[in-house]
């Protein structure tokens, strides 16, 4: 059996939870690029806000000419 997050064993899954950094850079560079509200960003599942942060750096990409 794999060991509980506060000790003690039992099954658990999923994401126990996500790095507070990580969720800050993500929030940030969805604001900076598309000016939504904190709100409507928090708002978004984890899945919908990653893929926005992977479009915006897509769009920079081209921007930048490839680099």
């Known amino acids: 059996m794999r060991p509980c997050v506060r000790g003690?064993?039992?099954r658990?899954?999923?994401i126990v939870g996500?790095?507070?950094e990580r969720l800050y850079e993500e929030v940030a560079y969805?604001?900076?690029h598309f000016h939504w509200p904190l709100e409507d960003i928090?708002?978004?599942e984890h899945a919908d806000r990653r893929r926005w942060v992977e479009e915006i750096g897509?769009?920079?990409i081209q921007i930048s000419g490839g680099r």
Do not use: D, T
């Open 58 to 60: 897509k769009i920079n």
């Open 42 to 44: 928090l708002s978004l």
């Open 30 to 32: 969805i604001a900076y």
């Open 8 to 10: 003690g064993y039992g």
């Open 18 to 20: 996500y790095p507070l």
């Open 12 to 14: 658990h899954g999923g």
